[in-house]
């Protein structure tokens, strides 16, 4: 059976630090991997997704990148962190419609 | 611009009544819809999903509704159950392979009190 691990759970950073979120799935081949966003009381937001090794689509300029060094790796990083990146990041992956989540990571930038 | 929307905040209902979650969309290119449950601190979970060929999905106490027409879907849950209190978020996807867009509302909390 597939599965999504992602980490950490929650972070704190200090503004200007820089950031990396990992996300890896096991148990399929050539999914579509997404970094979604969650701020406090709106919806979810999509960020970045690839459907592919080194393919990165993003959907909202930000102070956020993305990478897909593997097939089922997918990273989340920063240069530079802002108060304003703070929120809950879920990675998910799909290989038709449905998109199955990781358990998010909350990220506090301070 | 939303081409996912749910309207509604929030929804307060009796246990054993039924819930309806409400959803528009947009984009008459989007052939696929889905709803997700979240709790808070977890990822949403898949819950229901419906293809625009059909009008209606069930699986047990979870029925999804589709109006092409009108560009409207809703969720039912019948009857609710506490447990089903959480934030639920309606998705939409045109699928292409070479996109892979899903793209949410931004959800409904529902709240079931006994």
């Known amino acids: 059976s597939q599965t999504i691990h992602q980490w950490p759970a929650t972070l704190v950073q200090p503004v200007g630090s820089p950031l990396s979120l990992e996300c890896t799935v096991e148990g399929t081949s050539n999914p579509n991997l997404y970094w979604y966003r969650q701020a406090a009381g709106r919806g979810l937001q999509l960020l970045f997704y690839s459907v592919g090794i080194g393919q990165i689509s993003s959907e909202v300029p930000q102070n956020l990148s993305a990478s897909r060094p593997q097939d089922r790796q997918f990273i989340l990083s920063s240069k530079k962190l802002l108060l304003s990146d703070s929120g809950f990041y879920l990675c998910?992956?799909?290989?038709?419609?449905?998109?199955?989540f990781g358990q998010g990571t909350r990220l506090t930038v301070v | 611009d939303q081409q996912v929307k749910q309207n509604s905040p929030s929804l307060s209902v009796q246990e054993g009544r039924i819930s309806i979650l409400n959803c528009d969309y947009t984009n008459s290119m989007f052939d696929y819809f889905l709803w997700y449950k979240k709790y808070p601190a977890e990822g949403p979970t898949f819950l229901i999903s419906?293809?625009?060929?059909?009008d209606k999905n069930e699986d047990g106490r979870f029925t999804v509704f589709l109006n092409k027409s009108a560009k409207h879907l809703s969720l039912h849950i019948v009857p609710s159950q506490p447990g089903d209190s959480a934030v639920y978020f309606c998705?939409?996807?045109?699928?292409?392979?070479?996109?892979?867009?899903?793209?949410f509302g931004k959800g409904t909390k529902l709240s079931v009190k006994p």
């Open positions: 419906i293809s625009s060929i059909k």
């Open positions: 998705a939409a996807s045109a699928w292409d392979r070479s996109q892979g867009n899903l793209i």
């Open positions: 998910a992956w799909s290989v038709r419609y449905e998109a199955f």
